[in-house]
């Protein structure tokens, strides 16, 4: 639902990232993490950042987004498992002391400037 | 009561909080591998680290006026306004609460608190369908409009929505999640973000249980899949069943 506030911060960070050397480059693509469990939904993001991407030096640029799975680590018997449905009981050991290891990413991790 | 419209300032730049932290590196393995004839630039930073960073500086605001704050959250129509003003009338003027409400468009949260003697500040996103969660400079600025050191307790009713709230830090100290039965069982499950992030769920309505064919058992059990380890309060705004837990949680927790 606020994809586009997200699309825009995106497109803020990848401008300010243009090396000075590069000023009038055209940004390629768009690098960034989304894990399973942030509340973002990557179709509602790919069409917002094309919109919001108009007129800025990223208007060709194609937004790559790596999926991170949802990976839980019980506290109590040190099991580790990626899970396919939102539940954080540990499968080995029923218990609910757990922590999320990846999942909740929003990162952008690098843009590709034409050179 | 005091009023302000937050007018579609939306986010900031990055640069006007703190320098970017990437490298620009022409290193030969990256540069080409991908595409011909571009520079990879390495950045590594949290699409919303602006937000971050203003959150951590209303955190420590709040811990050094010495103000404990709450976020509470549901889709809309779960009640929050209602529980807000039975919470502030059992616990004011004992504990000096504060409180912020969002909302798209009207005022209307606002004049029901007001009732409760508490200040409250309406925060509205947009006139027309704006911002659909508070983030936190909304926060920074709203809070500017009270003494904090008249404060004990700050409430923060967000925009009702259970997606996008869940990802906004605001510098809160707890945050609280109503889910109603006139709800699916199921929302916990659907929405795993809001549920995972929230430090007790209130289980609202209850008083509306002999009219619906609503299993009580499997909401609780799927908020607990989620979250295991939430307490779950079952409460109704309405007859105020269930409220001696929840205050008595609520004010461990400020005093703890």
Redesign the interface.
């Known amino acids: 639902m606020h994809e586009m506030g997200i699309a825009m911060q995106i497109i803020e960070i990848a401008v300010a990232s243009i090396p000075a050397d590069l000023k009038n480059a055209q940004v390629k693509r768009v690098n960034i993490k989304v894990g399973k469990l942030a509340a973002v939904v990557p179709e509602s993001l790919h069409f917002c950042f094309q919109i919001a991407a108009q007129d800025t030096p990223l208007g060709d640029a194609e937004l790559n987004i790596e999926e991170i799975p949802l990976k839980i680590k019980c506290t109590d018997c040190n099991v580790e498992w990626t899970a396919l449905d939102p539940v954080f009981i540990c499968r080995r050991c029923n218990g609910g002391s757990v922590k999320m290891l990846s999942g909740r990413e929003l990162d952008i991790t690098s843009i590709e400037v034409e050179d | 009561m005091l009023a302000f419209m937050y007018k579609n300032q939306?986010?900031f730049?990055?640069?006007d909080f703190q320098k970017?932290h990437?490298s620009?590196d022409r290193g030969g393995g990256s540069?080409g591998g991908?595409?011909r004839?571009?520079?990879?630039?390495?950045?590594?930073?949290?699409?919303?680290d602006?937000n971050d960073t203003i959150a951590h500086q209303n955190r420590e605001l709040f811990r050094e006026k010495g103000v404990f704050v709450i976020n509470v959250m549901s889709s809309p129509g779960s009640g929050k306004t209602a529980i807000l003003v039975k919470t502030l009338s059992q616990i004011t003027p004992k504990i000096r609460c504060a409180v912020i409400v969002g909302d798209i468009c009207t005022s209307n949260d606002a004049d029901r608190l007001a009732g409760s003697g508490a200040p409250v500040v309406q925060v509205n996103t947009d006139a027309f369908g704006g911002?659909?969660?508070l983030a936190a400079h909304v926060i920074k600025t709203a809070a500017d409009n009270f003494n904090l050191d008249e404060i004990d307790l700050l409430i923060v009713e967000n925009i009702g929505?259970l997606?996008?709230p869940?990802?906004f830090d605001m510098g809160e100290n707890l945050r609280i999640v109503v889910l109603s039965v006139t709800e699916g069982e199921d929302k916990p499950?659907k929405y795993?973000?809001?549920f995972?992030v929230c430090d007790a769920a209130l289980l609202n309505k209850i008083d509306l249980l002999p009219h619906l064919d609503y299993d009580r058992e499997t909401a609780v059990q799927n908020i607990?899949?989620?979250?295991?380890?939430m307490p779950v309060f079952e409460i109704s705004a309405k007859t105020e069943e269930g409220f001696e837990s929840w205050i008595s949680w609520l004010t461990q927790k400020l005093h703890g």
Do not use: S
């Open positions: 939306r986010y730049h990055h640069n970017p990437h620009h540069v991908k595409n004839g571009t520079r990879e630039i390495k950045i590594v930073r949290r699409v919303l602006v911002d659909c969660h929505n997606v996008c869940a990802e499950l795993p973000l809001m995972r607990l899949k989620v979250n295991p380890q």
